[in-house]
């Protein structure tokens, strides 16, 4: 070092010193000791312009809001979690996707909370299908489990005569052979008007149609009994007590309350008359309800053959807050077709029309179920059964209604074999149809996705 003029000194070292804590600022090394770590240096802090403060929303009561408001929003707008709807073996509800209006489970669900509290009397279903629910299969089972735990009795809907009234255990059934049925497969005469059930029954003079209850918990006595019958005027005699029938519209329902000690109702129909006779119901004051609406070899599109005005006055004689359309036994008759041109658009026109008709039901389209056939001697899944199940899963998706796929609660590829040759057989040998138990279980199945939902909304 130079032993001459030292004054620049002090403002060389100053400079040096700002120079590198400079430095330091922009670098902002993080120095920790132990327990302890520095604060970030910055010299130019008071130089800087401060940054606008954001003041934090605490209020609970906002908080509480927002959190009520998510909640609704995601009760009706909520997209569904992704799940493929050929393995789910749940229900998918496609009615939280259009709003409060949409056509899924929210309805039924809030019918079957307020008759839980006690605040609804009835809750009814409307079931319809093929051969696979005939004879009450499926349904009974169903009917039963919900009837034990929300409570009623009665067997719900049973048409005037039945081609399998033998078979069915949930109500004694007979009939006189001299009624005239007019149904899907045949041509009414002009003024016939089918029914719900698609049948139309003409009685001639002394027709009778008699039904005892069976010895079963929540079947075993008569409670209020209604007579559905359409458009005129005619006599019965109940029990050889005379009633008047006068129906204006074109279904008109006779109700009255049996005694419990009445083991039998007979109704008898004298002389000529023009009024067509649908069925009877029977329910209790209170509890849910399940009518039973089969009609063997159909594919669901024979519904489109009844009148608008019919629809519109089952509502409100007959009011149903779910109603449950389960088809495709009889669209898989060739097994290696996977088009289905012919049965879409003609279903898809059925499903829209009852989805405007019953705007304030709850709609569950229940997939086929699975259908085996034999191929290089071995029954394997009919290759039919994923393309139908993908179309009528298209309906209830487009329609904001709720889907459930039987193929995959029954365990998927190949499971109507294994239902059929298992230990235990649960379907019949034409790899097609249940017995008793395997409808008993397809019963229990849809009882527990039913149940899932209803205490999942709850939640």
């Given at each position: 070092?130079?032993?001459?003029?030292?004054?620049?000194?002090?403002?060389?070292?100053?400079?040096?010193?700002?120079?590198?804590?400079?430095?330091?600022?922009?670098?902002?090394?993080?120095?920790?000791?132990?327990?302890?770590?520095?604060?970030?240096?910055?010299?130019?802090?008071?130089?800087?312009?401060?940054?606008?403060?954001?003041?934090?929303?605490?209020?609970?009561?906002?908080?509480a809001a927002a959190?009520?408001?998510?909640?609704?929003?995601?009760?009706?707008?909520?997209?569904?979690?992704?799940?493929?709807?050929?393995?789910?073996?749940?229900?998918?509800?496609?009615?939280?996707?259009?709003?409060?209006?949409?056509?899924?489970?929210?309805?039924?669900?809030?019918?079957?909370?307020?008759?839980?509290?006690?605040?609804?009397?009835?809750?009814?279903?409307?079931?319809?299908?093929?051969?696979?629910?005939?004879?009450?299969?499926?349904?009974?089972?169903?009917?039963?489990?919900?009837?034990?735990?929300?409570?009623?009795?009665?067997?719900?809907?049973?048409?005037?005569?039945?081609?399998?009234?033998?078979?069915?255990?949930?109500?004694?059934?007979?009939?006189?052979?001299?009624?005239?049925?007019?149904?899907?497969?045949?041509?009414?005469?002009?003024g016939v008007e089918?029914?719900?059930?698609?049948?139309?029954?003409?009685?001639?003079?002394?027709?009778?149609?008699?039904?005892?209850?069976?010895?079963?918990?929540?079947?075993?006595?008569?409670?209020?009994?209604?007579?559905?019958?359409?458009?005129?005027?005619?006599?019965?005699?109940?029990?050889?007590?005379?009633?008047?029938?006068?129906?204006?519209?074109?279904?008109?329902?006779?109700?009255?309350?049996?005694?419990?000690?009445?083991?039998?109702?007979?109704?008898?129909?004298?002389?000529?008359?023009?009024?067509?006779?649908?069925?009877?119901?029977?329910?209790?004051?209170?509890?849910?309800?399940?009518?039973?609406?089969?009609?063997?070899?159909?594919?669901?599109?024979?519904?489109?053959?009844?009148?608008?005005?019919?629809?519109?006055?089952?509502?409100?004689?007959?009011?149903?807050?779910?109603?449950?359309?389960?088809?495709?036994?009889?669209?898989?008759?060739?097994?290696?077709?996977?088009?289905?041109?012919?049965?879409?658009?003609?279903?898809?026109?059925?499903?829209?029309s009852l989805r405007?008709?019953?705007?304030?039901?709850?709609?569950?389209?229940?997939?086929?179920?699975?259908?085996?056939?034999?191929?290089?001697?071995?029954?394997?899944?009919?290759?039919?059964?994923?393309?139908?199940?993908?179309?009528?899963?298209?309906?209830?998706?487009?329609?904001?209604?709720?889907?459930?796929?039987?193929?995959?609660?029954?365990?998927?590829?190949?499971?109507?074999?294994?239902?059929?040759?298992?230990?235990?057989?649960?379907?019949?040998?034409?790899?097609?149809?249940?017995?008793?138990?395997?409808?008993?279980?397809?019963?229990?199945?849809?009882?527990?996705?039913?149940?899932?939902?209803?205490?999942?909304?709850?939640?």
């Amino acid at each position: 070092m130079s032993s001459g003029n030292k004054h620049p000194y002090p403002l060389l070292i100053t400079m040096g010193a700002i120079v590198g804590l400079a430095a330091v600022s922009f670098l902002k090394p993080v120095v920790s000791a132990g327990n302890y770590t520095l604060r970030p240096l910055d010299i130019f802090a008071d130089l800087r312009t401060p940054a606008p403060v954001t003041e934090t929303v605490t209020d609970t009561a906002l908080l509480a809001a927002a959190d009520t408001a998510r909640k609704a929003d995601s009760l009706h707008r909520a997209p569904l979690p992704p799940r493929d709807y050929l393995t789910y073996p749940g229900i998918l509800d496609y009615g939280y996707t259009t709003g409060p209006s949409g056509a899924g489970m929210h309805h039924f669900v809030e019918a079957l909370r307020q008759l839980r509290t006690g605040s609804r009397k009835k809750v009814r279903i409307a079931y319809f299908g093929d051969s696979m629910i005939e004879g009450d299969l499926i349904t009974q089972d169903l009917r039963d489990s919900l009837q034990a735990y929300f409570g009623g009795e009665g067997v719900g809907f049973v048409p005037a005569t039945s081609v399998v009234s033998g078979f069915r255990t949930t109500i004694t059934h007979s009939f006189s052979p001299n009624w005239t049925d007019y149904h899907f497969k045949n041509s009414p005469p002009a003024g016939v008007e089918l029914g719900i059930s698609g049948h139309a029954f003409m009685p001639a003079p002394e027709s009778w149609v008699r039904f005892q209850p069976v010895k079963r918990q929540r079947l075993d006595e008569f409670g209020e009994v209604s007579l559905l019958y359409g458009k005129g005027a005619g006599q019965v005699k109940i029990n050889d007590q005379p009633a008047e029938l006068h129906g204006n519209g074109n279904l008109n329902a006779y109700s009255f309350l049996a005694d419990s000690a009445t083991r039998s109702l007979t109704f008898k129909f004298a002389g000529e008359q023009k009024v067509p006779l649908y069925g009877v119901c029977f329910e209790s004051g209170n509890g849910i309800f399940l009518d039973n609406f089969s009609f063997r070899g159909i594919s669901g599109i024979e519904l489109g053959k009844l009148s608008s005005d019919m629809w519109k006055q089952v509502q409100s004689v007959r009011p149903y807050d779910l109603i449950v359309l389960h088809y495709g036994a009889n669209v898989l008759f060739m097994p290696e077709n996977t088009r289905f041109d012919w049965y879409e658009r003609p279903m898809e026109k059925v499903v829209d029309s009852l989805r405007r008709y019953f705007p304030q039901s709850s709609f569950l389209i229940v997939g086929t179920a699975d259908k085996s056939y034999r191929k290089n001697g071995k029954y394997v899944t009919a290759p039919g059964v994923k393309a139908l199940l993908k179309v009528q899963h298209q309906f209830a998706e487009e329609n904001g209604m709720a889907y459930w796929n039987l193929y995959s609660a029954m365990g998927g590829d190949g499971a109507m074999a294994r239902w059929v040759e298992g230990e235990q057989a649960l379907a019949n040998k034409d790899y097609t149809h249940f017995n008793f138990r395997g409808a008993s279980k397809v019963g229990a199945l849809l009882y527990k996705a039913i149940m899932d939902e209803f205490r999942q909304e709850a939640m």
